[in-house]
């Protein structure tokens, strides 16, 4: 997993080699997260979980978020 605050950019890698990216703004408790509390994260079987923030994030959630994204027209 990784961030980048000034791109808004939040990135998840899966085991598959999958990359989901979302943007940090739409989860506002952890956009208002420091970087000490954003590092300080557990992975689970079900997505990611920050005990200090007390904040989960489900990896169907990002899935599914990931499928609903439009497509980008090329021309």
Not at 30 to 52: K, R
């Amino acid at each position: 997993m990784l961030w980048v605050r000034e791109l808004d950019l939040f990135l998840f890698v899966l085991t598959n080699r999958r990359i989901i990216s979302q943007p940090l703004s739409i989860y506002p408790v952890l956009q208002v997260a420091s970087d000490e509390q954003l590092t300080d994260y557990i992975l689970t079987t079900s997505g990611v979980h920050w005990p200090s923030l007390d904040a989960d994030l489900s990896l169907r959630g990002l899935l599914i978020q990931e499928a609903v994204k439009p497509t980008p027209i090329v021309s």
